[in-house]
């Protein structure tokens, strides 16, 4: 094993070249434990497949997963529900709305039309549940495989803020329940969704996820299999079209990279075979991404070669 000088001094840059920009950024309050997030912090991670990890900034600081969960709880689904079921409850489409926007449940469909915003999330929250006797536990424990770190848990202040601020998440799954497409009570549905949002996780931790992503659903340090590929290559599409928002078509243009983001300030990303990303930083632009994450990777992907369409040529 042998560290990457280039990617070292990457980081560094990429960090001095995102901090300007943060001061854009808001940090999310419409769920009020949010709001304690501290707008300086900046941490970026990259681990590749050697087993070297480059980090620059915070860290270590613990963070809610909030809506990058939604690719771990996508992974759950498939593997326990299978292909036919999820997609006959959730779209592959992207929306170009907001992440928490209901508008096209009633006058497109009344499937949700990808797995990436919340109402597809809480679609496939649960495709998880049957036949499952501890559908969180079978989350928590996937999380920490993908994470590779056991002491990952409920952050319960943030899920108790959750759930006294998920008026608007109860709506669309009571909408979905009376459409026939819950497999669950709503409100068990929700409160597990909700669970699924609120674990802590560090930039360490995504970039690792991100890693095993980029290889495929394998971990290169033990080389298990951790996902099925098939599952991988989903995931990875949707995060693609849809893991930013509605500036998911943006983002594929100025970083291409697969990559999911969470209203907690993080961003995970997968660069194909070569590396896991991840960054950290709770401000976050109008459409709910976090701004410091944003030009981190953006950079990274210039300065790394790393746009899933820059043409690679042999030397
Ligand atoms: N738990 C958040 C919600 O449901 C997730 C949103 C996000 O990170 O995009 O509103």
């Known amino acids: 094993m042998s560290r990457d000088k ?32 501290d707008p300086t912090k900046l941490g970026i991670c990259i681990r590749t497949p050697d087993g070297e990890e480059y980090c620059q900034g915070d860290c270590q600081t613990e963070f809610s997963i909030q809506s990058i969960s939604k690719t ?11 292909y036919d079921r999820v997609f006959s409850k959730v779209g592959m489409e992207p929306t170009g709305d907001a992440f928490n926007s209901m508008i096209r449940l009633e006058t497109l469909t009344t499937h949700p039309m990808n797995p990436m915003i919340n109402a597809g999330a809480i679609a496939t929250t649960s495709c998880c549940i049957k036949g499952c ?6 989350f928590l424990s996937l999380a920490r495989t993908l994470c ?21 998440n109860r709506a669309m799954a009571y909408f979905m329940q009376s459409e026939n497409l819950l497999e669950w009570d709503a ?17 360490r931790d995504l970039a690792h996820y991100g890693l095993v992503l980029a290889c495929n659903g394998k971990d290169p340090a033990t080389g298990r299999q951790l996902v099925d590929p098939w599952i991988c290559r989903i995931v990875k599409t949707l995060m693609m079209t849809c893991g930013m928002y509605d500036a998911s078509g943006e983002f594929a243009v100025k970083v291409g990279l697969p990559a999911k983001s969470g209203v907690g300030g993080g961003i995970l990303a997968s660069a194909e075979g070569r590396m896991g990303l991840a960054t950290f930083a709770p401000g976050l632009d109008k459409r709910g991404n976090s701004i410091g994450g944003w030009y981190a990777l953006e950079f990274l992907s210039q300065n790394l070669g790393l746009h899933c369409f820059s043409g690679h040529t042999e030397e």
């Open 6 to 37: 280039h990617i070292e001094i990457a980081l560094q840059d990429a960090e001095r070249y995102a901090r300007p920009h943060m001061d854009q950024g808001k940090v999310a309050t419409y769920i009020p434990e949010l709001a304690k997030g």
């Open 72 to 82: 771990i709880t996508l992974i759950l689904a498939l593997q326990t529900a299978g």
């Open 133 to 138: 006797a501890d559908p969180f536990g079978a």
């Open 148 to 168: 590779g770190r056991e002491t990952i848990r409920l952050n319960k202040e943030v899920f108790t803020s959750e759930y006294q601020a998920g008026g608007r």
């Open 187 to 203: 409100e068990d549905v929700v409160e597990l969704y909700f669970k699924m949002c609120s674990i802590n996780v560090n930039v």
